[in-house]
């Protein structure tokens, strides 16, 4: 039986803002999406003041050997910008008879209308903004009294350390912290096992932090996650390129994807030095050790975690084989919630903390 995500790629398309908020959460539902595995593709498109637009997301997809494209407005109920504003922008008429001789179809979907699980997040919210939080059972309990103890994070680290054990044994003692905070950010001690992490990766990363280098993330829910005042103690920015607006020219340009491109744009500005971290696009990955290999630039540390069927492991196993210090997971798990999990760990070493 053929997979569903072997040639079936998804758009999700959002209104678009010119406040950040509405991109990231697009883009954390798409990664979600992405780590279920179900589609080949998961790309994220805008209708509005942001990009990629839906057409751009459109022809990207069509690119990646795909032969269904399925578009879903990612709108709360039907309205004109459902029915009208996107069929439009998709541009159904002049497109599909294109991509069709690609062997391309395009499928448009249904917002996300009334549904029983809807109501559940939304009495959740409720629930939460009264102090209370729902217990798998639906049971309601009190959640200022659990917070109140002050222990969630040590027992959370004591039952990690429990469940871990004889993988935690295997990395030396500067590493445990950046396992323990990884499987302690996905719940999933099987973590302990896909990390890899070069000898010299945390006291170059450490070090890297101390002395205020860049860092650069190859998507903005990297970025989201890391608490910039802290870095900025140590002089640090971050930076992401993929909005970069000379990314899609560049990316055009040279038949490149848009990480790629937004990778190739980190390097022209400047990568020596910096702390790279890619949680989402392989092709990031494989465009900065092509650089490096061909002696344009040299980063102090890379942390390259990007999940998906295609691309992603290959990308890892080629970051392991550089002379450059590196944190990865190994296969195809991974994810920007890996990426940020790691940096955090380092972020915390470099203030002198240790986790748990």
Known sequence: MTKMSDNIGLILIGHGSKLPHNRENLEKIAAMLRNRGKFKVVEIAFMVRDTPTVNEAVDVVAEKGISKIVLIPAFLAPGIHTTEDIPGLIGVKEKEPNLKAKGVELVYGEPIGSDDRIAEILEEKALKALGHEIKKDGEIRDAYSVLAAGKIVDQS?????QAIGEDLAKFSRDKV??????????????????LAISDDAVRVGVDAIKAGVKVVTDVKMVRAG????????FGSEIFTYMNDERVMELA???????SAAAMRLAIKDGLDGAIVLIGNA????????????AGKVRPALIVAVPVGFVGAAESKEVVEKLAIPYVVTRGRRGGSTIAV????????????????
């Open 157 to 161: 680290m004591m039952l990690i350390r």
């Open 177 to 194: 912290p950046i396992v323990e905070r990884v499987v302690h950010t996905t719940a999933d001690p099987e973590f302990a096992k896909l």
């Open 226 to 233: 890391i608490n910039e005042a802290r870095l900025k103690k």
């Open 252 to 258: 055009k340009g040279e038949g490149l994807t848009r």
């Open 282 to 293: 392989p092709t990031a990955v494989f465009e900065l050790a092509d650089q490096i290999k």
């Open 341 to 356: 999990a790691v940096f955090n760990a380092l972020l915390t070493l470099a203030e002198g903390k240790l986790y748990g």
